[in-house]
């Protein structure tokens, strides 16, 4: 398996002797072996090292030479001359000075990147490392998408929240921003609970611009992650003092309304099926008055072909009215998982009116055992009809 380019770039950088910095690269004096000439072609691919060098031998200047033209005898006693780029900046590998230098660039801070080099300190952090400022670094990109989230549910981009007044932020930060852990899971938790979706954003954007709107835009990213336990605090309390003041007229109002609207869309599930349902013995009809009484000529007759034509006919508009109603089980049986999932949660969210919530499920569950039977009865029918007509096509050649 082929290492990391910032593995390869801490081999090099380590090994280099007398190292010197400066505007763009760093320069050193490095003994070469095979193992730091494969490194040292690596990172020539990827334009962080020139891959020609000035080199001496025995103390004296020998001119300079590319690895590609060396065998490993002429490393013998050899000391090349080595730049190596001070920066390198990809999607998911970076090389720099430090921490400060990283989080100065927003797509960094958005999108962590977990491959990292620092030649200030030679720190290498990559997935697995135990570094606590690393792993605060990787969780920064929850924090962004909960701003992000909240400011496209106001329609302002992914960094601007508006709520009586715009709350921009910049998404720069110090490495002593680093020494605070994030934790946003009771945010998250609470922004995925089914009711009250609408009334917790705006309650959440509310703390938000109530904790940081006297802050500078420029400082408001790095005080929310020094002080987010607090902003958590916060939006707990505020969405327990909502619900406590939650009345349960509300309550009665929003499960009355919510049983409308799954009766509703229960019964719409056979009611999609009804013209269907009527053009079934109306077809029938037309078809089994086609069927005629078999003349002399037996069944390589032309009647025996137009009979045979009308039963097939018959049997494929049935087979296709058949399997449409029982698919409409399975539309049924996904209205019924989602409206006992939020009528679950209401009961639990509101005892004191546990008993009317069931009742109102349990119509629900009724209008949804009546939709099955009527689908289950309309499928009894189609091949009742069937049958009628198989009787007839059966009958003109009795």
């Keep these: 398996m082929q290492p ?24 050193g004096f490095l003994s070469i072996t095979p193992e730091l000439e494969k490194d040292l072609v690596f990172l020539c691919d990827e334009g962080i090292t020139s891959g020609s060098y000035d080199f001496t031998k025995d103390g004296k200047p020998r001119g300079s030479a590319n690895l590609g033209t060396l065998i490993p005898a002429n490393f013998q006693d050899c000391v090349f001359e080595v730049e190596l780029s001070k920066t390198y900046i990809k999607p998911d590998s970076v090389v720099c000075a430090s921490w400060s230098d990283l989080l100065k660039d927003e797509t960094k801070v958005k999108k962590p990147v977990k491959h990292i080099f620092f030649t200030d300190s030679s720190i290498l952090l990559s997935p697995g490392s135990t570094d606590a400022q690393y792993i605060n670094y990787l969780k920064l990109s929850e924090a962004y998408k909960f701003i992000k989230e909240l400011a496209e549910s106001t329609e302002g981009g992914d960094k601007t929240i508006f709520y009586e007044r715009p709350l921009s932020f910049e ?11 994030i934790d946003l899971d009771a945010l998250e938790k609470l922004m995925k609970k089914d009711l009250h979706q609408e009334a917790i954003a705006c309650l959440i954007c509310k703390e938000l611009v109530s904790f940081l709107k006297d802050i500078d835009i420029k400082q408001r990213f ?3 992650i020094q002080h987010m336990s607090s902003l958590v ?41 009804a013209t269907k349902l009527l053009s079934l013995p109306a077809g029938i009809w037309f078809a089994t008055t086609q ?8 069944l390589e007759s032309m009647p025996f072909a137009k009979n045979l034509t009308v039963l097939i006919t018959v049997a494929l508009l049935v087979i296709l009215l058949v399997v449409s109603l029982i698919d409409q089980f399975e539309v ?5 998982s989602e409206y006992s999932e939020v009528f679950d949660e209401l009961k639990g969210s509101f005892e004191e009116e546990a008993t009317k919530i069931q009742e109102a499920k349990d119509r629900i569950d009724s209008a949804y055992t009546k939709v099955c039977i009527k689908l289950g009865f309309a499928i009894f029918a ?11 096509f059966c009958k003109a050649y009795a």
């Design 4 to 27: 990391h380019i910032t593995e390869v770039y801490a081999r090099v950088f380590s090994a280099l002797k007398d190292r010197k910095a400066s505007h763009d690269e760093f320069t």
């Design 171 to 181: 998404f720069t930060l110090t490495e002593s921003d680093l020494t605070h852990p």
């Design 222 to 224: 790095s005080y929310l």
């Design 233 to 273: 605090s916060n939006v707990l309390l505020s969405y327990q003092s909502y619900v406590e003041s939650y009345t349960f007229d509300k309550v009665r109002k929003e499960y009355l309304e919510k049983k409308t609207e799954y009766i509703s869309d229960i019964h719409e599930v056979f009611n999609t099926m």
């Design 291 to 298: 069927i005629n009484q078999m003349p002399t000529g037996g």
């Design 332 to 336: 049924l049986k996904v209205h019924k």
């Design 382 to 392: 189609a091949l009742v009809l069937f049958g009628l007509t198989l009787f007839l």
